[in-house]
């Protein structure tokens, strides 16, 4: 089983960036999932960016698009979330997961298809 360890959270006020990064234990495989899920105090788990290694192919919720961006650096063996003009709904603890299934065409946001988590990191933006 794949191991996960972000990194990068922290506190910030609103307007503000932050880089989350995912480190993998393992080799991440073309048309495996990866995505970063957020979950706030008293809220269920969501899905925020999820992209499709080797296609590079990349999904937002609206809530997040064009603030937010997911990457790959393949040689490093890395995933990355750059988020810009946080907001303060935007607080929460944030999760970098994995699909480790090959085959996939799209990678959705529900937490319950990806088989391996990360600890988390706390984002916490205040205004």
């Known amino acids: 089983q794949v191991q996960l360890v972000e990194s990068g959270g922290g506190s910030v006020q609103a307007g503000g960036s932050l880089r989350l990064s995912c480190k993998p234990s393992?080799?991440?495989?073309?048309?495996?999932?990866m995505g970063w899920f957020r979950q706030a105090p008293g809220r269920e788990r969501e899905g925020v960016a999820t992209?499709?290694?080797?296609?590079?192919?990349?999904y937002y919720i609206d809530a997040v698009k064009g603030r937010f961006t997911i990457s790959r650096d393949m040689e490093n063996n890395m995933l990355y979330l750059q988020m810009n003009r946080l907001e303060v709904k935007d607080t929460a603890m944030y999760y970098c997961?994995?699909?480790?299934?090959?085959?996939?065409?799209?990678?959705?946001?529900?937490?319950?298809?990806?088989?391996?988590w990360g600890q988390g990191t706390q984002v916490t933006v205040s205004s």
């Open positions: 393992e080799p991440i495989y073309h048309r495996y999932c």
């Open positions: 992209i499709l290694i080797g296609d590079m192919i990349t």
């Open positions: 997961a994995a699909l480790t299934r090959s085959g996939n065409l799209a990678c959705g946001t529900a937490p319950r298809s990806y088989n391996a």
